[in-house]
Structure formats: structure tokens, C-alpha cells
């Protein structure tokens, strides 16, 4: 199987953080997630929680996340902790990846991080909003409001 182009790699970049905000943005304080900070935010740990809470029946990361995650160890406990709600998800182990590569990602030089982060935020898109109850019909709708935000 072929790695996807760096064109299709942004196309997919671009439908990623639109997701992403659209799940999240009703979050008090969420700052929406741009093309360009989409690596440096992933590495936090704290989008992923995030999707993890609104997507996960039960999900609740509201004590010991690390909400200003500076150093390497806090930024790998916040996705170790995502991580482990995507597993039990049953997610693809071909499609997910490690909450080093997530960290990983962040710097401009390592594509390959960035494209197994880029997979493995698509297979959460997969896992925790598609194979929901509905997910096809929400799905739907979460299309067209994005395409009316354009």
C-alpha cells in the first residue's frame, strides 16, 4: 500500500481539524486548532482527551490531566490517557499509533510521525464517531454544517 501523497495528506490535515473543532468547539476556552498548529496541538494530549470525553459515553479525563502540558513527560501522560479510551474502542492496531509518535509529530522534520498521527487521529474519526449508534446520520450532518461554515 502505497503512502499517500502531501497533497492528500493535507486534504486530510484540513478535514481532521474541521472535525476536530466541530466536536470540540462547544468546549468553555477551546481555542480551534489551524492546519498550521495541528501537530504541535496534537502533541499535547489535550485535544485527544477531549475528543475522547464528547465521543465516548462515560469518558471523563476531569482530574489529573495535565491542562498546561509543557514537558515531554505531561504532554505523554495526557495521550497515554486518550490512547487507552481509543483501544478499548476497539480500534484498528494497524491505524493507531504511540503517544511518542503523537509527541514526535509535532517537529516539521519527522514526516513519517506525522503521518502515522495523521492516520491514527483518522482512525479515531473511524472508531469513535462513525461506528457510534447513528453515526452514519450524524456524520452527515456534521458534513453539511461544515460545508455551510464554508
Known sequence: L???TAAKRSA???FLVRWINHVCGSYLGWTPVTAESFYEDLSKGLILCRLVERL???ADFSKG???KPV???SCLSNLERALSVAWRQSASPTHMCTAEDFYRAKDPREAQAQFVALRCVAEFFVV???RQRDGRARMRDVLRKMQDLL
Open 2 to 4: 502505497a503512502k499517500p
Open 12 to 14: 486530510s490535515q484540513v
Open 56 to 58: 465516548v459515553p462515560g
Open 71 to 73: 514537558s515531554k513527560r
Open 65 to 67: 490531566l495535565f491542562l
Open 128 to 130: 469513535l464517531q462513525m
